[in-house]
């Protein structure tokens, strides 16, 4: 049976097609929004699995937990992927599902054993929401003057502290 080795969200995965490397952009833990409700953003579980033996083939399923611990979107290929090489990298676009509110939502990566389905690794994301934008209060002529007036005052005494140090 496959061992998923590491899991990883992020917004991009470049794959050099020269030389086979793999560059990881934007990982992510946590995202904020202005308001509900919101579709999920697109993003990549990029995971890496090792095969035990030649024979192995991988059976996953990928999914999306809300904070209420039900599922609102899951990927799980037809048929299990054939791993002709000792190491697979598997990377999945999810996204799209509708975000209600914020809190905790996890995304599961599990693998089916021949039997049931075991959860291999799990990912949190945290979804808050941005506090309002507040409408700037236009300030009073009297009151630019003093800020001018206090910074001069502060970048005086800033240079006296630096020639009382020397």
């Known amino acids: 049976m496959p061992i998923l080795q ?20 934007d990982a992510l833990e946590a ?3 202005s308001s509900f409700p919101i579709p999920f953003p697109p993003v990549c579980v990029s ?20 904070p209420a611990g039900q599922t609102i979107q899951s ?15 598997l990377n999945v676009i999810l996204g799209g ?3 209600r509110e914020p809190g905790e939502f996890v995304i599961i990566i599990e693998q089916h054993t021949g039997k049931r ?11 808050s929401q941005l506090p309002p934008v507040q409408e700037a209060v236009p300030r009073s002529r009297n009151r630019r003057k003093r800020s001018r007036v206090t910074k001069a ?14």
Not at 47 to 66: F, G, K, M, N, P
Not at 75 to 89: S, V
């Open 153 to 166: 005052v502060q970048q005086r005494h800033s240079a006296g502290d630096v020639s009382r140090r020397r």
């Open 6 to 25: 590491w899991a990883l969200i992020c917004n991009r995965v470049i794959t050099d097609k020269e030389t086979n490397s793999v560059s990881y952009i």
């Open 47 to 66: 995971t890496l699995w090792c095969r035990e033996s030649e024979e192995d083939t991988l059976r996953v399923r990928i999914r999306i937990q809300d």
């Open 31 to 33: 995202f904020a929004v």
């Open 97 to 99: 599902a509708e975000i």
């Open 75 to 89: 990927f799980e290929p037809d048929q299990p992927t054939p791993l002709p090489k000792k190491r697979h990298r």
């Open 117 to 127: 389905w075991r959860m291999e690794h799990s990912l949190p994301i945290d979804v």
